[in-house]
């Protein structure tokens, strides 16, 4: 079994920063892949951020390119979203995500996720 807890979330002013971590355990992850997505009220969870670890990619959303930065900590099973120039659209639950069959970008196609944590940024 996988268990994914994130943490970091919390309440910023637009222009301002926020690192999202995810501790994965309970399994050797070096063939899954990892995700973040989000969900504002009233809409769908849309992908974020991810990659696989065996491989040095990463990719994003175009809302959030060149301001989110997904990164790992191989040693611990750690993933971080680092979030600068944050918008108040970006406001929302963000969830991590794992699976075993790659990279993926709809949120159906994940086998594996945390609690998730909500991140307000106020205008």
């Known amino acids: 079994q996988v268990q994914l807890v994130e943490s970091g979330g919390g309440l910023v002013q637009a222009g301002g920063s926020l690192r999202l971590s995810c501790a994965a355990s309970g399994r050797t992850f070096s063939s899954y892949a990892m995700g973040w997505f989000r969900q504002a009220p009233g809409k769908g969870r849309e992908f974020v951020a991810g990659?696989?670890?065996?491989?040095?990619?990463?990719y994003y959303s175009d809302s959030v390119k060149g301001r989110f930065t997904i990164s790992r900590d191989n040693a611990k099973n750690t993933v971080f979203l680092q979030m600068n120039s944050l918008k108040p659209e970006d406001t929302a639950v963000y969830y991590c995500a794992a699976n075993t069959v790659g990279l993926r970008y709809r949120y159906y196609e994940y086998d594996y996720w945390g609690q998730g944590t909500q991140v307000t940024v106020s205008s």
């Open positions: 990659f696989t670890w065996s491989s040095i990619h990463t």
